[in-house]
């Protein structure tokens, strides 16, 4: 650091109105202004909105945050599905398991879910999991009595079939139902000849 020159406040390099500070850093030297307003201005703004924010954000929770938000707009689509679900019938489970997302979500469903008992490929598996690929059915062959069926489980408690609503939810029983379906087409339905359900056949 060299010592501050004298007579530097009188050089012709200075605008007109500004001081030079004392030090010089590797000849580097400072104007010593005041800050403009705007800037000032600025920065006070800035504290009294942190201020604000601090207020009504942590104290008081005025605003809801982007998760309770995202929460309540996820509750509202789970509500409007589960409000689908309940006008379902044969033509809209029919409709369902032509539409390839539907298909998804159902096949993930299958899989983790069924494919022990009715096998990966739906040709029946282990426990006594009926085939679901042979289009005969054994509690009728419309669309809703499948449906109920994986929503209520097997008439015959007898059987592993379990009521799949409370664990998957109605659309979630909706779309694995489309998912089946989709292996099927409205002509290739029957209930089977044996059936204990054929009074339910239409
Ligand atoms: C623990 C083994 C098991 C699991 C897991 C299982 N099922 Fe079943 N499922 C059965 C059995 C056993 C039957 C036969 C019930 C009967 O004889 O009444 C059956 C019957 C069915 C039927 C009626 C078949 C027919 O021919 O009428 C459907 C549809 C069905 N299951 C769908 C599903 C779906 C969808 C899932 C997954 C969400 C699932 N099952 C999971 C064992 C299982």
């Not at 929460?71 to 006008?87: L, N």
Request: net charge negative; proline share 6%.
């Amino acid at each position: 650091m060299s010592s501050p020159d004298k007579n530097r406040q009188d050089r012709d390099d200075i605008p007109p109105g500004a001081t030079l500070r004392e030090h010089v850093y590797d000849g580097i030297e400072e104007y010593d202004q005041r800050l403009p307003n705007w800037w000032l201005w600025t920065l006070y703004i800035t504290i009294i909105f942190s201020a604000l924010y601090w207020i009504v954000w942590y104290t008081f929770r005025a605003v809801p945050s982007d998760e309770e938000r995202v929460t309540a707009a996820m509750q509202e689509i789970e509500a409007r599905r589960f409000a689908m679900v309940g006008e379902i019938d044969d033509d809209t489970l029919w409709a369902m398991s032509r539409n390839p997302n539907v298909i998804a979500s159902g096949h993930t469903v299958y899989r983790d879910q069924c494919a022990f008992c009715h096998g990966d490929d739906l040709g029946g598996g282990m426990g006594g999991g009926l085939p679901l690929d042979d289009g005969v059915w054994k509690w009728g062959h419309a669309p809703v009595d499948i449906y109920s069926v994986v929503r209520d489980g097997s008439p015959d408690p007898t059987k592993g079939m379990q009521a799949w609503e409370r664990e998957l939810g109605p659309r979630r029983v909706a779309e694995v139902t489309a998912y089946i379906l989709s292996y099927h087409d409205p002509e290739n339905m029957e209930t089977a000849q044996d059936s204990p359900g054929r009074a339910s056949e239409r």
